[in-house]
């Protein structure tokens, strides 16, 4: 059957009022997209089933003491045959998922008379859209996911603080007996980093000449300009900018993983729309954090048009998630183009979120193509390696300290 539409169904979104309106329209504002690079990518077979297995060879379990092995004198070791070493792995399941929608529903005619640049600033808002779901699905499952957590509480030891740390802990859900209390600080964070190093045994990543390896830490501005304040770390940061270093330079103008080197094995990103919370439900024995939307919208029903503003509740939120990321944490795949068997056969499908533009001629609603929309798919799966080498962090958010001062 056609697809009839109606008037109330059709988006108004090319602008008209060019009497009082001079220029281009303003393309819609991009948020960053720090996780898009993050991880490694591949290719998710078809032909192998929905769901796949994959393993990870763990540390080889010594039959002796890694502290002080023990060694016999050889002219005694004849007849001997050592101590039992032995290897193991851990298996992970993992299934390719998918994501569809479609933009407004538009008609050619609007576009006729309507203000220049309309159709292809909407275009853009949708592409920026995609790219935003493609960024907060990879944040959500790597702090869901990963196989370590820590809160930060101030009363108490790292040990405490810290959960999970093996391959085995992937999915490691939040302590529920902690009651998170204080923000995040540079020194815990470089606390956590050392252990990510020593004890578990993460991978940094490359320089790619601008400096030393480092670990990854994303979060947003406030929490890392927090960390520039910090005392410490801005005597340090001015001390090499006086100094006439540009890794004091750098590092004093912008903490991010392109523009500033590391700095003591971290580099930062910024991500506009961390997870955030205020209150947790349940689930189980553990604390599950209830995330709440950085977006509310807004809707006018006049031009069946509709636009996103930040959340005040998220704006407010007392709680807030940073991520450390070692290398070599999860894969993510997109699927193999299959365009079916023998007669069986589809259309490619739209793998990495692109938009594509949709319209079918018929001999009823639309057997001029007047009416189309955009269609979007975004397929992947993640392909678990070292989920422990994330690190979702809890913080308090700190009040923003203004500067200023009655007088």
Not at 91 to 97: E, H
Not at 228 to 243: C, D, F, P, S
Not at 276 to 288: C, D, K
Not at 344 to 349: L, S, V, Y
Request: aromatic letters at 12%; a neutral charge; one cysteine or more.
């Amino acid at each position: 059957m056609a697809d009839c539409l109606t008037p109330a169904s059709i988006s108004q979104i090319a602008k008209k009022d060019s009497n009082r309106l001079v220029g281009t329209v303003a393309k819609a504002l991009a948020a960053n997209s720090p996780y898009i690079g993050l991880l490694r990518g591949g290719t998710f077979e078809s032909g192998k089933g929905d769901t796949v297995v994959s393993s990870v060879e763990m540390q080889a379990a010594p039959g002796d003491s890694l502290a002080a092995p023990t060694f016999t004198d050889f002219t005694a070791i004849a007849g001997t045959n050592g101590t039992q070493e032995n290897t193991g792995k851990v298996d992970f399941s993992y299934k390719l998922q998918a994501k569809r929608g479609k933009g407004p529903k538009v008609k050619m005619q609007d576009g006729y008379g309507a203000f220049k640049s309309s159709y292809l600033t909407a275009e853009d808002a949708l592409k920026k859209l995609v790219t935003q779901y493609v960024n907060a699905d990879i944040q959500y499952n790597l702090v869901t996911s990963s196989a370590s957590k820590f809160q930060c509480v101030a009363a108490d030891s790292f040990t405490t603080l810290f959960q999970g740390g093996t391959e085995a802990n992937i999915g490691q859900a939040w302590n529920p007996a902690l009651v998170v209390d204080s923000p995040l600080s540079f020194k815990a964070l470089h606390a956590i980093a050392r252990y990510l190093k020593e004890a578990l045994f993460g991978e940094m990543f490359s320089a790619e000449g601008k400096g030393q390896q480092h670990f990854r830490f994303i979060g947003s501005s406030d929490i890392v300009e927090s960390f520039r304040n910090e005392t410490g770390v801005k005597e340090i940061g001015m001390a090499l900018t006086q100094g006439g270093y540009k890794l004091g330079e750098e590092m004093v103008s912008g903490y991010s993983f392109e523009t500033s080197p590391a700095y003591r094995g971290l580099a930062f990103g910024v991500t506009h729309r961390p997870l955030r919370f205020s209150a947790y439900g349940t689930g189980g024995a553990a604390a599950v954090p209830q995330w709440i939307n950085p977006v509310t919208v807004t809707t006018d029903g006049t031009t069946n048009t509709a636009y996103a503003t930040a959340n005040t509740s998220w704006l407010s939120a007392t709680y807030e998630i940073g991520v450390l990321v070692a290398d070599g944490t999860f894969e993510r795949q997109v699927p193999e183009r299959y365009a079916g068997e023998g007669t069986f056969k589809f259309a490619p499908q739209l793998h990495m979120g692109e938009l594509d533009w949709h319209y079918v001629k018929d001999n009823d609603c639309n057997a001029w193509g007047d009416y189309g929309f955009h269609k979007y798919q975004i397929t992947r799966a993640y392909k678990p390696l070292r989920p422990q080498h994330i690190i979702p962090i809890m913080f308090k958010r700190a009040t923003t300290d203004l500067g200023l001062t009655a007088i």
